[in-house]
């Protein structure tokens, strides 16, 4: 029987993954794990206000499927706002990769400033 090495830790950082993109992807928009991808970390835009899982936020744009982009998965991140929203507020994913005000919806983290609709909001994952 031959030994097998072990890490516990998929990514030498788990707080930040370079992965790539399936679709283009937007810096500061928030990112999904593609389910219907083959094996890899194939992530794309987060496209539906009713999906609850989010990676985490693009660092940079990748303009083009097959890029690379390095996402933030934890911690506090810029992220575009989809509506106005002000600091304490819980957030949830919105269309497009936005955060909105969480309402009903799964929260996603908590706006640390606040933005107008289009505008950056610091939101702590």
Known sequence: ???VQYTPRAYANGDNVTVTA???IDAGHLVVVDATSA???LVAEHASASAPTVLGVAWADA???GDLVAIACTG???VVAG???TAGTRVAAGAGGVVV???ANPVVGYALTGAASGGLVEVQL
């Open 1 to 3: 029987m031959g030994t």
């Open 22 to 24: 399936k679709t283009p």
């Open 39 to 41: 094996p890899g970390a």
């Open 63 to 65: 303009p083009a499927a």
């Open 76 to 78: 506090i991140v810029r």
């Open 83 to 85: 509506a106005t929203i």
């Open 101 to 103: 005000p969480a309402g």
